[in-house]
């Protein structure tokens, strides 16, 4: 079984230099990915795009996305994963780019996967990284800082050469857009029973993405913790009313 | 056991766009690789190399060799291997990356190995194959033009990933050096032998070529075959001044 690539899309983050667009467009047409998004790059030069793209991958270029906010652009996709040099202190599993492509590669088959690469000279921050479900950081000898372009051909070639190992492919995930609303509907919650901690408002949220990013949600696990937060937050208020 | 690095060389010939250089030796740097060569480079404009190389790789442009000409560029490699995107009818054993790597690991303990590119234009012909003791072509989806030093990049990273099965590395085998004065050597027997065909002269050689290539000579076999050149030669030498 090959790995379903039309459900893989790069997205590129705050890209300095249209170069860089246009040699990751022709990387992806190298490997045969056809999806590329890119989100606020500092410079949209069409043909200096074109020129590193060459003419073969000209038609990934015409039909790449622009958005103007990352949270936009990530909110239809089940599956994100995170493109960073630096490894360490991650809330998520990091993997190297092979085990990364084996990880994917079932999910792939019936969800929506994004190869986020954040800015030539800052990569993606821990802002970014909160939106991922997964990190992968490529290995090097010491001198981690790889061009742009090139981390994308690391990761489409590996993408390319994966091999499933099993048929069975991951049921649909929740998209980036259903689990930031239950976190919405979390954080709520937490203020409601009082879960705030005046130092670190964000302490349990933070605690809970950390704790439910780990696992691979479905929609209809997103709909069940949603419906117990909705119990919650109707029966404190139901309280609150009778207690008046 | 990691794969000694120190004996791998980059080798670009007649690269056209300095960036290019730049580029390959940025990625080489990324992945632990230090040595590169250039033949007969277009254009050598230092300012363009170094700013696609950064700070980081600098030591490595610094550090690189300048050659004239491919044969001697080679000559005191013993496993040269050759980057095509053109599969098909070679005579020698072609990989993948991956595999590439299982195969060099062992030799390259041991052994000088170059991992020759050719230009962005029209890669390395069939003259420039010749050399080559291996083949490896990168994957592709059908766009086989890959970016030069994204090419560079991808066997750089697979070498750095290599993990060699067993600790046994392979001997010292012959320098293409040798190889080639081997060759000739053999050439002039064949000629003396009479086994030149008026319509492909060097038919024989090139059979000759294509059946030792397979195999890894290591010095004492390339002596060997030399010395038994030599006997032919001073046997039939002699079988002619006892016959006039």
């Known amino acids: 079984m090959r790995v379903n690539l039309m459900n893989i899309w790069i997205v590129l983050n705050e890209t300095r230099y249209p170069e860089n667009i246009g040699a990751a467009a022709r990387a992806c047409c190298n490997m ?4 590329l998004a890119v989100v606020c790059p500092r410079r949209l030069d069409r043909s200096r795009i074109l020129k590193m793209a ?32 630096r490894t360490g202190r991650h809330r998520l599993p990091t993997h190297g780019p092979r085990q990364l492509a084996r990880t994917v590669a079932p ?19 821990n802002k970014h990284l909160e939106m991922c479900q997964a990190i992968v950081t490529i290995p090097t000898a010491g001198f981690s800082s790889i061009n742009l372009a090139q981390s994308v051909m690391i990761l489409c070639y590996e993408m390319f050469c994966a091999r499933p190992e099993t048929v069975k492919s991951e049921p649909k995930l929740a998209t980036l857009y259903e689990l930031e609303g239950m976190y919405q509907h979390l954080s709520e919650m937490f203020g409601a029973v009082g879960l705030v901690n005046p130092q670190h408002p964000s302490y349990w949220l933070n605690m809970t993405r950390r704790f439910l990013g780990r696992y691979h949600l479905k929609s209809k696990e997103v709909r069940l913790i949603r419906g117990l937060c909705r119990q919650i937050l109707r029966t404190l208020s139901c309280a609150k009313q009778e207690g008046f």
């Open 32 to 35: 045969g990915i056809t999806r």
């Open 54 to 85: 060459t003419h073969e991958a000209s038609h990934i270029v015409e039909n790449m996305l622009l958005f103007g906010d990352l949270k936009e652009a990530l909110s239809d996709f089940n599956f994100v994963v995170g493109t960073t040099a």
């Open 107 to 125: 999910i792939s088959q019936t969800n929506k996967v994004a190869l986020l690469f954040g800015s030539e000279n800052s990569g993606l921050t």
